[in-house]
């Protein structure tokens, strides 16, 4: 069950991302999970628009509040309990799903998805 998290939370969350970020490059602090999958809607987007995993690092550091849309738990049984960042951002015209979460432990940024949005999001704090 989705939840809108509170403006602190959400700016908590973004300041974590972007010093995870900014502490290396794409190569060290960001994982594009479904990157290199054919037929998964992150993969085909990537190759659609020639999406390099430098251009999502990009795009990540531009987040700020008005692109979050709702917080989640990760639907794979794997991770269970463990809470997905729903963002959403425009790219070439086009409105962008990105879900999002942050590995502590390691320091890194997990892109769980990027790919056009299939339906409309909603900006709680747009």
């Not at 509170?6 to 995870?20: C, G, N, P, T, Y």
């Not at 979050?68 to 463990?82: A, I, Q």
């Not at 960042?85 to 890194?108: A, H, M, N």
Request: aromatic share 14%; charged share 35%; glycine share 4%.
């Amino acid at each position: 069950m989705a939840w809108i998290c509170d403006e602190d939370e959400v700016k908590d969350f973004l300041r974590r991302l972007h010093s995870i970020l900014k502490s290396g490059d794409e190569k060290t602090t960001l994982v594009i999970v479904k990157e290199n999958r054919p037929g998964d809607k992150t993969s085909k987007f990537m190759r659609q628009y020639n999406i390099t995993s430098r251009i999502i690092y990009e795009e990540l550091l531009k987040l700020d509040i008005t692109n979050y849309s709702y917080t989640d738990y990760d639907d794979n049984p794997r991770y269970n309990g463990e809470t997905v960042w729903i963002f959403g951002q425009i790219f070439e015209d086009i409105e962008v799903y990105i879900k999002l979460k942050i590995r502590d432990g390691r320091r890194t940024v997990v892109c769980l998805s990027f790919h056009e949005a299939e339906y409309d999001l909603d900006y709680p704090y747009l």
